[in-house]
């Protein structure tokens, strides 16, 4: 079975700070990645994905996320934060080839100070 | 321009007494997956749908029942809700076992008395 971990359970930033979240997954085979945004009182939307190909990926509003095969990661950074960013963050894995399983890490909130 | 529609977005049931919670979707797409988010913790898939076909997760509780009258709803049934049950319930969809990414609603948020 496949499991995802997010380490940080609540990060506060001042704007203009440089955000990673942390995001390691367990499983044998080859898996998609995603990261998901859940912004205050709105539903989850994606903020990007990985299927193949070049390790870094770059998303909406300036995030990308980084997959290590090796140490079965896929980080989520930006450079600048802002006050907009305020939100909870969740990386989610599914087995290549296949949505029918998505699992879920339990997810970071992110609090932006202005 | 919703694409995914949850509804109601709160509901408030009492111990015991079956509730129904509705998902609609306009993106005709043929997968619709239900989860279960309790607070703090990650959503938890319940079942799917493939078209007709029901996909249950071997550790959903035999208290949450789901119908698909149509391809562009999909019900959840909670027969004897339990304070355990009270939770996010969240609503997503999907083109197939593509590796498209899943569409979600904004949920519906359950609480029981």
């Known amino acids: 079975a496949q499991s995802v971990s997010q380490h940080n359970h609540h990060v506060i930033l001042s704007e203009a700070a440089s955000l990673e979240l942390g995001c390691n997954y367990s499983?044998?085979?080859?898996?998609?990645l995603f990261w998901y945004v859940q912004y205050p009182g709105q539903h989850l939307q994606l903020l990007l994905k990985?299927?193949?190909?070049?390790?870094l990926v770059k998303g909406i509003k300036g995030f990308e996320a980084e997959f290590i095969k090796s140490k079965f990661s896929f980080n989520l950074r930006k450079p600048s934060v802002q006050w907009s960013d305020t939100a909870e963050y969740f990386c989610?894995?599914?087995?290549?080839?296949?949505?029918?399983?998505?699992?879920f890490g339990s997810g970071t909130q992110l609090t932006v100070l202005p | 321009d919703a694409m995914v529609i949850q509804n109601p977005r709160y509901q408030v049931t009492q111990f015991g007494k079956p509730v129904t919670l509705s998902c609609s979707q306009t993106?005709?797409?043929?997968?619709m997956y239900w989860y279960q988010q309790k607070s703090s913790q990650a959503p938890k898939l319940l079942f799917h749908?493939?078209?007709?076909?029901?996909?249950n997760e071997a550790d959903t509780p035999d208290n949450f029942q789901s119908r698909r009258p149509n391809t562009s709803f999909c019900f959840l049934d909670i027969r004897s809700p339990g304070l355990g049950d009270a939770a996010m319930y969240l609503c997503?969809?999907?083109?197939?076992?593509?590796?498209?990414?899943?569409?979600f609603g904004d949920g519906t948020r359950l609480s029981i008395l």
């Open positions: 989610a894995v599914s087995s290549s080839g296949s949505a029918r399983q998505l699992t």
């Open positions: 499983y044998g085979g080859t898996v998609n």
């Open positions: 990985y299927f193949s190909g070049d390790p």
């Open positions: 993106l005709n797409h043929n997968v």
């Open positions: 749908y493939y078209d007709k076909d029901f996909n």
């Open positions: 997503a969809t999907t083109q197939s076992y593509s590796n498209q990414p899943q569409h």
